[in-house]
């Protein structure tokens, strides 16, 4: 069946600019998460979907980043005023609702920001 | 607070060697631990999971794992690794409270044929 997938894989931006990144979960998975990698660094938390709402966004780093999922399925992440900072493997994953379930990764956009 | 911690960053050995790679983690709650792995150019993959029970937890090609509650570990092994192990491997812990993983910064492991 098909994976998780993440659109598109590779962005280049400037900085200040507005960049959208999506990602598409497995079918059925009502639980959906959005995690950043850096170079070198493990991926790290930003949000947490339960269906439509954001169960928990403890892990955006600031005002600039907001994510979406108004259907419950297809998410958006939004970074506005892009920083080069902001440059990173931007790593979506879903999974079966109920805690501790395996969560599937999908490949991932590289943001890079100049 | 809650982190995962991977010592070692970057393990070489020669096909048929034996791996272990090290794994501590610092967290209150009920523990959940993770072995993904992500092979080149490709995407993370589940590895083997520990919720409760045995600690010591069998995963896919030939992974092991071994919880150790007194050592705050969660080490992955592995008796004989091939060339197609070539990959980084990240140990995560399930904040449950959360619903969210907590990555450790991951181990490159290179294996020469």
């Known amino acids: 069946g098909a994976g998780v997938s993440q659109t598109p894989s590779n962005k280049v931006t400037e900085k200040g600019k507005y960049v959208e990144l999506r990602c598409d979960p497995i079918s059925g998975h009502t639980a959906l998460y959005w995690y950043r990698q850096s170079l070198g660094q493990g991926p790290e938390f930003l949000i947490y979907f339960q269906g439509t709402g954001a169960a928990d966004d403890s892990g955006l780093p600031n005002d600039r980043f907001f994510a979406v999922r108004p259907e419950g399925s297809v998410s958006t992440l939004k970074i506005q005023r892009t920083e080069r900072g902001d440059s990173a493997v931007y790593l979506c994953?879903?999974?079966?609702?109920?805690?501790?379930?395996?969560?599937?990764f999908g490949p991932g956009t590289r943001l890079t920001v100049l | 607070a809650q982190s995962v911690s991977q010592h070692n960053h970057h393990v070489i050995l020669s096909e048929a060697a034996s791996l272990e790679l090290g794994c501590n983690y610092s967290y209150g709650g009920t523990v959940n631990l993770f072995w993904y792995v992500q092979y080149p150019g490709q995407h993370l993959q589940l590895l083997l999971k520990?919720?409760?029970?045995?600690?010591l937890v069998k995963g896919i090609k030939g992974f092991e794992a071994e919880f150790i509650k007194s050592k705050f570990s969660f080490n992955l092994r592995k008796p004989s690794v091939q060339w197609s192990d070539t990959a980084e491997y990240f140990c995560?812990?399930?904040?449950?409270?959360?619903?969210?993983?907590?990555f450790g910064k991951g181990t490159k492991l290179s294996v020469k044929p």
């Open positions: 995560a812990l399930f904040r449950g409270s959360q619903g969210n993983l907590i």
């Open positions: 520990y919720f409760s029970g045995d600690p």
């Open positions: 994953a879903s999974s079966l609702p109920g805690l501790a379930r395996e969560q599937f």
